[in-house]
């Protein structure tokens, strides 16, 4: 069993950064592959990125690519992402997820293929 809290949260202006955190409990957060998804308002909850246990070669949203970075830290059981040039479009809740299938080097980008999740971290940009 896992769960998940993330941090970070808050108000930005368009252009600004902000850094998400997520933090895991369990001892088999190492072998789980992770995500960050969000889900602005009237909007279906979209993938943004995704690292496997390993933490080599994570994936990104064509959306996010070259401005968020996703990281994890299987020591302090703690995923990351850094946002940066933030746009007006990246006004959601961001919500963490982990993959439990032990030890893939998968970076999944659909909903269903994460069994745990957190509760969600606002972030509002504004213009």
């Known amino acids: 069993q896992v769960q998940l809290v993330e941090s970070g949260g808050g108000l930005v202006q368009a252009g600004g950064s902000l850094r998400l955190s997520c933090a895991a409990t369990?001892?088999?957060?190492?072998?789980?592959?992770m995500g960050w998804f969000r889900q602005a308002p009237g909007k279906e909850r979209e993938f943004v990125a995704a690292i496997p246990w390993s933490g080599r070669s994570p994936y990104y949203a064509d959306s996010v690519k070259g401005r968020f970075t996703i990281s994890r830290d299987n020591a302090k059981k703690t995923v990351d992402l850094q946002m940066s040039s933030l746009k007006t479009d990246g006004d959601a809740v961001y919500y963490c997820?982990?993959?439990?299938?032990?030890?893939?080097?998968?970076?999944?980008?659909?909903?269903?293929?994460?069994?745990?999740w957190g509760q969600g971290t606002q972030v509002t940009v504004s213009s």
């Open positions: 369990g001892r088999t957060f190492g072998s789980y592959s």
């Open positions: 997820a982990a993959d439990s299938a032990y030890y893939v080097e998968t970076t999944a980008r659909r909903e269903v293929e994460y069994d745990y």
